[in-house]
Every structure is written in C-alpha cells, then in structure tokens.
C-alpha cells in the first residue's frame, strides 16, 4: 500500500501537540483508558509522516434545533439541566437556542462532582470568561505552538481562556463540588470535544498521527462526554 502523507490538526493549532502537552493523567480520565494508552505520543510536531491510507469512515453527530420563547426572563434552574454525556455533574445553558432574546451572550452554569473533568475540548466562537462560586480546581490551556500552562482556581476567582484553545478543568476536591460559571460574546455556547473530533476521524490516521492504538481510537465515544467522573 503506497504511503500517504497526513496531518491531523485544527484552526490554530494541532491536535497532537495538544495531546502531548496535556498530563498523561488527564488523558486517562478524560477517555476512560489506562495512562499507558499514551506512552508512545510524539513528543514533538510531525508535522508531516508517511502513513498507510484510511479504509474506514464515521458518521457524523446531531445539532439540537433552537427552542424556546422571546422572554427577556430566563430562570435557569427552574429548567432541566442539559442532557449531556458523562455522569460527573450537571450542566445548564443558556444561549439562543433556549432563550431567544440572546443574541450576543451565551453563559453556563456547571456543577462538578468531586473528582471529576471538564472533559478535554476547545471553544471556536468566542473567548470563555469562567467565575469559579465553589471548590477547588485545575485547568490547563493549550494555545498552540507549544505554548499551554496549567493554573489552580478556587472559589471568587475569575479566568478566561482564549477563542481555540485547548483546554479542560478538573476537580481536585475529594469531597466538594465544583461549581462555576462560563460566559461567552456569542450567541450560543459552542464547543469541539476532543474524543468527538477523534472518534470521527478515521481510526488509522488517528492512531497514527498519536503513535496510540487503532482499538483505542475506535472505542471512543461518538458522543460527547461533557462531564466525566
């Protein structure tokens, strides 16, 4: 089979210089897997690499379809939360596809159960300006090139991380939940998960590009894990 030469990245950055400079740890919880799943990632950009030709294709994900009234009231927690994947918290949105009238400002409000991740994922639309109201939590940021650095955040602490970039927020409490608040100069609350953007590429080029397994890769879910526990 005659090589083909990839690169797996996104607008402003690649995904597996991202990868490579999230810690081994987060990937494990963030995709369910051992730390050893990762011991082979590049620990430099390739850029460019032969590699063998992708035989399998994936289908893609459903959009939710706008809802909701033009009330300038919107009272977030006499609504359900978000139906979102993973069990590690609840997640409420607020935007223009509950709340019409929204239409240059988009927020959340998440609660975290101890231990648990904002699974790995980047915002294209709009930068996301976070108000930490309860516990304790970490976070690293990846900007591309490199570049990504990893804070700690407790209650009364305010943070944003810019439009595409990389980035999760971990709960490092054992017995208290984390509780913040995301607001974003958009219309609607946008974001790509990392597993979906894997899961939906095809497995070998994957693999390949992350030096990890084809098993791994097909075993990612689909679907968005939001919040992991």
């Given amino acids: 089979m005659r090589p083909t030469l990839t690169r797996l990245g996104i607008t402003t950055f690649n995904l597996d210089d991202w990868v490579a400079h999230t810690p081994k740890n987060i990937l494990a919880k963030n995709f369910g897997v051992p730390e050893s799943t990762f011991k082979d990632l590049p620990a430099t950009n390739p850029y460019i690499f032969n590699a063998t030709i992708a035989t399998k ?44 009238i929204a239409k240059r400002i988009a927020a959340t409000f998440v609660t975290l159960k101890p231990g648990g991740l904002r699974e ?81 590429t095809p497995p070998e080029i994957a693999a390949q590009t992350l030096k990890v397994p084809v098993d791994f890769i097909e075993k990612i879910k689909k679907e968005k894990q939001f919040l992991i526990q």
């Fill in 57 to 100: 294709n994936v289908t893609g994900a459903v959009t939710p379809e706008a809802k909701g009234d033009a009330s300038f009231v919107y009272r977030t927690l006499q609504h359900p939360p978000e139906k979102i994947g993973g069990d590690g918290g609840t997640f409420y949105k607020i935007d223009s596809t509950n709340f019409p």
């Fill in 120 to 200: 790995l994922h980047w915002h294209p639309n709009a930068e996301e300006w976070l108000y930490f109201h309860q516990g304790q939590a970490k976070a690293s940021v990846f900007i591309g090139s490199g570049a990504s650095r990893t804070f700690d955040f407790t209650a009364g602490d305010t943070a944003v991380f810019p439009t595409n970039s990389g980035h999760y927020i971990e709960n490092t409490s054992k017995d208290e939940d984390l509780v913040w608040i995301e607001i974003y100069k958009s219309e609607r609350v946008a974001d790509i998960s990392l597993s979906q953007w894997l899961a939906l």
